[in-house]
């Protein structure tokens, strides 16, 4: 399995990676590429530190939500399968410059009678989970985990 070494020059502070195979993990380091004064010395550098995966996904997610579905802000409680507070972007000066204003009313009250329906009846998740509970829709996972072949 290949690694990857940073090597540093002592005269000259160049810097170099070089990618080792498993046969050459005991090499002596490089000579210097710049000043060809001596061999380099391994250089360390430490891991680098992310956040927990909890914290990427929420990242993801705020970023998906924000160009995709033009959400200005999220504020959770942070339990799980409480309701986030949304806010929406005011999208109605990013109309295109040919747009007419009878269109550009037409798309406005759109937008608003939008935003009414998901005030008043959540969003499609909110809608699916209750067609769950109510037993108007099946619950296709359950149904595949009664149909599938246990292995122990």
């Keep these: 399995m290949p690694i990857v070494r940073t090597y540093g020059c002592p005269d000259c502070n160049h810097m170099i990676e070089v990618v ?4 050459q993990w005991d090499c002596e380091p490089p000579e210097c590429p710049a000043c060809r004064a001596r061999q380099m010395q391994q250089e ?5 530190i992310t956040g927990s995966p909890r914290s990427r996904a929420a990242a993801i997610a705020e970023d998906i939500a ?5 959400v200005a802000d999220i504020q959770t409680d942070g339990k799980e399968g ?3 507070k949304v806010r929406y972007k ?3 000066n990013m109309l295109p410059s040919g747009f007419s204003a009878q269109a550009a009313q ?10 009414d329906t998901r005030l008043k009846h959540g969003n499609g998740l909110d809608v699916l989970q209750a067609n769950l509970k109510s037993g108007a829709q099946p ?11 246990r292995i122990w």
């Design 82 to 84: 409480s309701r986030a």
């Design 44 to 48: 360390f550098k430490p891991p680098a």
């Design 20 to 23: 080792l195979s498993s046969d």
């Design 90 to 92: 005011d999208q109605t």
């Design 106 to 115: 037409m798309l406005e009250s759109a937008i608003a009678i939008g935003r």
């Design 66 to 70: 924000a160009n995709d579905y033009h």
């Design 139 to 149: 619950d296709l996972i359950e149904q595949s985990k009664k149909r599938a072949i």
